[in-house]
């Protein structure tokens, strides 16, 4: 049933969008014919007294793409080629009577650039053949957008290799500082309001809304990147759906030339110092391990020469990299008094203790540690086992066998490394199939071992995520004559990540469960309560395209929809049990005082949950004179519910006040399972655009 509404909601949001664009030929609206996977090359073609030149053939070739089209200029003298693949192109006007004229002009990605040309006497020809490059001043669009090519791409600082840091060359957008998920912030807009698209598809991960990084936690592929455009304000009716910016990326084709690079960068231990906080320890904490290997290489050329290109790219990283901070375990003297004191206030979690104190007296740095002092700690590590005067002063112990002054804490700074792995591979594979056909195909296939944390006591307890993407893409451009051009991407993606000890039955063996402090100095035992979590991510994609030149107009409608699948394992985690101790006396006494243990008796370790989105939109672009350009449109969006197919959503049977809030009450009696978790949500959002 859920699919049929689906289904048909698709099906009414399309015969309006195609209403609309009915409509908006009696408008003067607006569009751009450029979308967020290309650019557009624009202009008006004079004579030599200024006035517009009707009818005047326009060529645009392109001898490294194997690309030719032709059009002609409108009774406005107007020209438009939309949809172009971010290159360098060459713009040939000619007209009888007239001479001809050739100029470089650059495509950039989500980009209208302006090429006016102006044709001499009969018989003359010019060529205009400068250093191409981008506009730096946008006037054919009021978006407010920053393009980088791939040059700067290449050359630009770029810490990791991270494909969102491009951002932070935008005014406007500032690196977040961990108040909340993100890389970055857009005009004081949250992290998780930015869009993310790789050649027109989204590309944001479906269940943090933040870029979809690999095992790294980076977003790699720098090396693919022909162009990067960071749109922080998309007047435009083809953005939508996020309030933050909009970072596109377009990847490197093949061409007539075979062309690649190869590069690598090393950083090892032996290139940094040792840490500050390390040299002050007594004896030296010795420096710890860490090295990190990254590299890039791709191959790009042609198959069938004008024809069928390919581009192969292989890059990734390695890197070792060590915990670092303090790290506080049991002293001998508090291990022996507690263990006197537990065989007659708790005989029974005697064992227990044994166990624990044998895994931590087995720590790789034991032998580095040592006791904690008054600086460090006033209670030296005890916590509330002290008593004290007025004063603060410790005067006695509430646990025999620990006197005044015995440090119950041994310290030492943590050097532990783990290994972090992501490779990626990327083919791409474009074809010219007629002169109104092009058609490029994409795959990327990412690995990565992640090490998601790094136990500095027993390294059974460390976790990792094996972390597996793969995604293909088609973009298929088609030219219906040379005023129409429709242009269709399909899309999926998969990718899997889930978090925990890479073998549990290997670390509950070292250590049954969790032991936490919320008192004292100690680390924490056993940190695997948390785990297993994480997900498997399904999305499929369709956006299509549709410009229209006619006359002083540019006409465009479009419709973007996308599906996410997610499996949730969170319900899995905490199947191991946690206690805690609340106070080191209620820990010295066996954790019976103030002690808690939490254990998960998940019913449905495994959520799956599922949603869509959906955009329409259409307007036009009016060239009212070469001075004045209205543009107005009209965007539709619609974000489905979520649905769980375990109803693993849950809801009050009926309003807080009306509720039985009797002790005796059953929790099940107030509350009601259900598939969907946002009832209310707003059905669709309209979105109207009007600029000049």
């Keep these: 049933m859920r699919l049929i509404r689906l289904h048909s909601t698709v099906l009414r949001l399309s015969l309006l969008i195609g209403l609309l664009t009915i409509v908006s ?90 090429a006016n040309i102006h044709l001499g006497v009969s018989g003359r020809t010019v060529t205009i053949q400068v250093d191409a490059e981008a506009e730096l001043i946008h006037t054919e669009s009021a978006n407010l957008a920053e393009t980088l090519d791939s040059r700067q791409v290449e050359l630009l600082p770029n810490s990791g290799g991270d494909l969102t840091n491009y951002a932070l060359t935008t005014p406007g957008v500032v690196l ?178 044994t166990k624990a104190f044998s895994v931590y007296n087995k720590a790789p740095a034991y032998s580095r540690a040592t006791p904690v002092t008054a600086a460090t700690d006033s209670s030296l590590g005890c916590g509330d086992i002290y008593n004290t005067d007025a004063n603060g002063n410790p005067i006695s112990s509430s646990v025999k066998g620990i006197s005044v002054g015995t440090a119950c804490a041994l310290g030492f700074q943590d050097t532990t490394n783990n290994l972090n792995t992501e490779r990626l591979q990327t083919i791409r594979v474009d074809f010219n199939l007629t002169s109104a056909d092009k058609l490029n195909l994409r795959y990327k296939g ?44 399909a899309s999926g993606l998969y990718y899997s990540a889930k978090f925990g000890p890479p073998n549990f039955s290997s670390a509950t063996a070292v250590f049954p469960t969790s032991l936490g402090f919320t008192d004292g100095l100690f680390y924490g035992l056993g940190n695997f309560s948390g785990y297993p979590q994480g997900r498997n991510v399904t999305q499929y994609q369709f956006v299509d395209d549709f410009t229209w030149t006619k006359g002083r107009h540019g006409i465009k409608f479009g419709m973007n929809y996308r599906r996410n699948d997610i499996t949730d394992f969170s319900g899995s985690s905490g199947l191991t049990g946690l206690a805690t101790s609340a106070s080191m006396t209620s820990f010295a006494n066996g954790l019976m005082d103030g002690g808690t243990f939490t254990q998960v008796f998940s019913k449905t370790p495994e959520v799956p949950v599922a949603y869509y989105s959906l955009g329409l939109y259409v307007q036009d672009e009016w060239r009212v004179n070469k001075s004045l350009k209205l543009t107005v449109g009209l965007r539709l969006d619609r974000n489905s519910d979520e649905v769980c197919e375990k109803t693993c959503f849950s809801r009050p049977t009926t309003n807080f006040g009306a509720m039985d809030h009797g002790a005796t009450t059953p929790y099940n009696a107030s509350i009601k399972a259900v598939s969907t978790a946002f009832p209310n949500l707003e059905s669709a959002v309209w979105g109207p655009a009007r600029r000049f």
């Design 25 to 114: 030929l009696f408008l003067p609206g607006s569009t751009v014919a450029q979308n967020i996977v290309s650019g557009e090359i624009t202009g008006t073609v004079f004579d030599t007294t200024g006035a517009v030149l009707p009818n005047a053939t326009v060529l645009l070739t392109s001898g490294e793409l194997g690309l030719k089209m032709a059009t002609t200029t409108s009774a406005s003298g107007m020209y438009r080629f939309p949809l172009l693949r971010p290159a360098v192109y060459k713009v040939t006007v000619s007209a009888p009577g007239f001479g001809t004229v050739t100029r470089d002009v650059v495509a950039s990605l989500g980009q209208v650039t302006p």
């Design 446 to 489: 990412d690995r990565g071992l992640q090490a998601t944390s790094t136990d500095p006591i027993n390294s059974a307890f460390s976790a990792n995520s094996i972390q597996p993407q793969d995604e293909g893409q088609m973009n298929w451009i088609h030219l219906l004559n040379s005023n129409m051009v429709n242009q269709f991407i």
């Design 176 to 353: 977040s500082t961990g108040a909340g998920y993100g890389n970055f912030t857009s005009n004081g807009i949250g992290g998780m309001s930015n869009l993310y698209t790789i050649n027109g598809n989204d590309y944001n991960d479906a269940y943090l809304n933040l870029n979809n990084s690999g095992a790294s936690n980076m977003l790699l592929g720098s090396n693919e990147v022909q162009e990067a455009t960071v749109v922080t304000n998309g007047y435009t009716a083809q953005y939508g759906r996020m309030a933050g910016s909009n970072l596109n990326f377009t990847t490197k084709s093949g061409s007539n030339s075979f062309h690649g690079n190869a590069s690598w960068l090393w950083n090892g231990a032996i290139l940094n110092v040792n840490d500050w906080f390390n040299k002050t320890t007594s004896p030296i904490t010795p420096r710890p391990h860490a090295v990190s290997n990254q590299w890039a290489g791709s191959l790009g050329g042609f198959i069938a020469k004008n024809k069928i290109f390919f581009f192969y790219d292989n890059e990734g990283i390695r890197y070792v990299l060590p915990s670092g901070g303090p790290v506080y375990i049991p002293s001998m003297q508090f291990e022996n008094a507690v263990l006197a004191n537990l065989n007659t206030a708790s005989p029974a979690s005697v064992n227990f203790y």
